[in-house]
């Protein structure tokens, strides 16, 4: 109940689909924006889909027109449906509040086959 927790990653051609989920803590659901954040080998970790308490939501370029970020307040689940995957998509996704101050879930790895 106090944790994040990320699934729904996997295998996947280039070009295809995936929905990730997340399921958060009550309090940081109904405190803070909530944000997508992935990591990939050697690379640091960024944030790349937000979505605000009232549902605006914000990405970054190298995901904007093929992710998109929900959330279902009464679940506390947060969810990036991921269209037209890329070989660069892939990487550890996590969820997060924003700032993502506190501990991480454990991610759910997705992995873009060319």
């Known amino acids: 109940q106090g944790q994040l927790v990320e699934s729904g990653g996997g295998l996947v051609q280039a070009g295809g689909s995936l929905r990730l989920s997340c399921a958060a803590p009550g309090i940081m659901f109904s405190l803070y924006a909530m944000g997508w954040y992935r990591q990939a080998p050697g690379k640091e970790r960024e944030l790349i889909a937000q979505?605000?308490?009232?549902?605006?939501?914000n990405y970054v370029d190298s995901v904007k027109g093929r992710f998109t970020i929900s959330r279902d307040n009464d679940k506390n689940m947060v969810y990036l449906q991921m269209n037209n995957l890329k070989a660069d998509d892939a990487a550890v996704y996590y969820c997060h509040a924003i700032p993502g101050v506190g501990p991480w879930g454990q991610g759910t790895q997705v992995t873009v086959s060319s």
């Open positions: 979505i605000t308490n009232g549902g605006d939501t």
